[in-house]
C-alpha cells in the first residue's frame, strides 16, 4: 500500500500538476483504498483469487470447475474478500447457464455468493454485476437487473464489467444504441476482454450488422480460442451472409455438442440439406432437451415450424432456460412474431412493455 500511495502521488504531481502536500496525499491514499475494496488482506488468497478469476474467463467446463477450486481455497484463507465471491458468482452462473451444473442449484448458488459479496463490501461494483446477472438471466426481474447495473455504473463508471453488464441488459430490453455505446466503451477500457467482444458481437445481429458482429466474434475468439459458442455465433452470423461453407467450417470446430449441433442445423437448413438439418435437430432434441430448449426452438423457429418453436420455447419458460432473456432481440425469432402466441409469452415474461 505504501509502495502504491507513493507511485500514485507522483503520477498525480508530474502528469496532473498537483503539488506535492499532504492533500495529494490524502487523494493518493484514497485511489489506493478505492482500488483494493473488497479484496481482502490476505495475499495468498488474493493470488488463490487472480488464478480463479483467470481459469473462469476461459468459459470452459474444466477451467470453470478449476477456477472455483482456487475461489474456495481463497475464500478459506480470507472469508472476507468480497471479490472473490462476485466472482464465485459468476462461475456458478457460467455452470448454470451452460448446463454443466443443475441450473436452479446453480443460479441459487450464484445469488447467494453475490449477496454475500455485498454485505462484504456494499460499493464493490463487480458484486452489484453479478446479482445483475442472476436478476437478468434466472429472475427475469428486469427493472432488478437494470438498478443493480446502473449501481455498478455509478460505484465504478470506467469499469470494463459494469460497463458490459450495463450494455447487455439495455440490450435486452431492445435498446440497441444505449447497448452499443456501453459496449464501445467496455471494449476501449479493456480490449483483451474476449466477453467484451463476444457480447457486442451478439449486440450487432439483434441489429443485423453481420460484417460488425463477424468482426467482434472473430477478436473475441482471437482472445480466448477455447471459449465455447464462440466458432457456434460465428457460424450463424456467417450463415447470415451467405457463407454457407465457411460456415460449416465454423460450426464443426465448435468444441461444445449443444452449440454444434444448433448451429449445423441452421446452417444445413440454411443451405438445402434438409435430410442433415433434421439429422443435427433430433441429435439436440434427444441429448440436449433438457437444457437447450432455447436452442431448439430457434431452429424450429427458422425452419418456419411455428407449433414446435413455441413448444420449445415454453419448454424454456418452464425450464427457466437462461437464453430466454435473450428473446425479445434474438433475430432467428423473427418468423414467430406475428403470432398472437408471441405477445403472449413477452407478457409472461414482463419484456412485452419494456
Known amino acids: 500500500d505504501d509502495i502504491a500511495q507513493a507511485v500514485v502521488k507522483e503520477l498525480r504531481t508530474t502528469l496532473l500538476g498537483e503539488a506535492p502536500d499532504s492533500e495529494a496525499s490524502g487523494l493518493a491514499k484514497a485511489d489506493v483504498a478505492v482500488a483494493e475494496k473488497g479484496h481482502g488482506q490476505n495475499p495468498e488468497a488474493h493470488r488463490l483469487y487472480l488464478q480463479g478469476k483467470y481459469f473462469i474467463d476461459r468459459i470452459t467446463k474444466p477451467d470453470t470447475l478449476k477456477g472455483i477450486q482456487y475461489l474456495h481455497e481463497a475464500l478459506a484463507l480470507d472469508p472476507s474478500h468480497a471479490a472473490a465471491w462476485a466472482e464465485l458468482s459468476r462461475a456458478h452462473v457460467s455452470s448454470g447457464g451452460y448446463g454443466w451444473a443443475p441450473l436452479h442449484e446453480a443460479y441459487k448458488d450464484a445469488r447467494?455468493?453475490?449477496?454475500?459479496?455485498?454485505?462484504?463490501?456494499?460499493?464493490?461494483?463487480?458484486?452489484?454485476?453479478?446479482?445483475?446477472?442472476?436478476?437478468?438471466?434466472?429472475?427475469?426481474?428486469?427493472?432488478?437487473?437494470?438498478?443493480?447495473?446502473?449501481?455498478?455504473?455509478?460505484?465504478?463508471?470506467?469499469?470494463?464489467?459494469?460497463?458490459?453488464?450495463?450494455?447487455?441488459?439495455?440490450?435486452?430490453?431492445?435498446?440497441?444504441?444505449?447497448?452499443?455505446?456501453?459496449?464501445?466503451?467496455?471494449?476501449?477500457?479493456?480490449?483483451?476482454?474476449?466477453?467484451?467482444?463476444?457480447?457486442?458481437?451478439?449486440?450487432?445481429?439483434?441489429?443485423?450488422?453481420?460484417?460488425?458482429?463477424?468482426?467482434?466474434?472473430?477478436?473475441?475468439?482471437?482472445?480466448?480460442?477455447?471459449?465455447?459458442?464462440?466458432?457456434?455465433?460465428?457460424?450463424?452470423v456467417l450463415a447470415n451472409q451467405g457463407r454457407?461453407?465457411?460456415?460449416l467450417a465454423e460450426a464443426n470446430s465448435e468444441p461444445a455438442e449443444w452449440a454444434?449441433?444448433?448451429?449445423?442445423?441452421?446452417?444445413?437448413?440454411?443451405?438445402?440439406?434438409?435430410?442433415?438439418?433434421?439429422?443435427?435437430?433430433?441429435?439436440l432434441e434427444e441429448a440436449h432437451g433438457a437444457d437447450s430448449a432455447y436452442q431448439i426452438a430457434a431452429n424450429h423457429a427458422a425452419r418456419g415450424e411455428l407449433d414446435a418453436g413455441f413448444a420449445w420455447l415454453e419448454r424454456a419458460y418452464a425450464e427457466r432456460d437462461s437464453g430466454l432473456s435473450m428473446v425479445a432481440c434474438e433475430p432467428t425469432f423473427r418468423r414467430l412474431h406475428g403470432d398472437p402466441r408471441w405477445g403472449a409469452l413477452l407478457k409472461k415474461m414482463g419484456l412485452e412493455a419494456l
Open 112 to 236: 447467494e455468493a453475490a449477496k454475500k459479496a455485498l454485505e462484504l463490501a456494499p460499493d464493490l461494483a463487480e458484486a452489484h454485476v453479478r446479482l445483475c446477472a442472476v436478476q437478468r438471466m434466472y429472475d427475469w426481474d428486469w427493472k432488478g437487473a437494470e438498478t443493480s447495473a446502473r449501481r455498478a455504473l455509478e460505484l465504478a463508471p470506467g469499469s470494463a464489467v459494469a460497463l458490459s453488464a450495463a450494455g447487455i441488459t439495455a440490450q435486452t430490453m431492445r435498446r440497441f444504441e444505449e447497448a452499443e455505446e456501453l459496449m464501445r466503451r467496455a471494449v476501449e477500457q479493456d480490449p483483451l476482454n474476449a466477453g467484451a467482444h463476444s457480447s457486442l458481437g451478439h449486440l450487432y445481429r439483434s441489429m443485423d450488422r453481420h460484417s460488425d458482429a463477424e468482426r467482434c466474434f472473430r477478436k473475441s475468439l482471437e482472445i480466448n480460442p477455447q471459449r465455447i459458442a464462440g466458432h457456434h455465433v460465428l457460424a450463424l
Open 260 to 283: 454444434r449441433l444448433t448451429c449445423l442445423a441452421y446452417v444445413h437448413h440454411l443451405a438445402g440439406r434438409k435430410q442433415e438439418s433434421d439429422e443435427a435437430l433430433h441429435r
Open 244 to 247: 454457407l461453407e465457411e460456415a
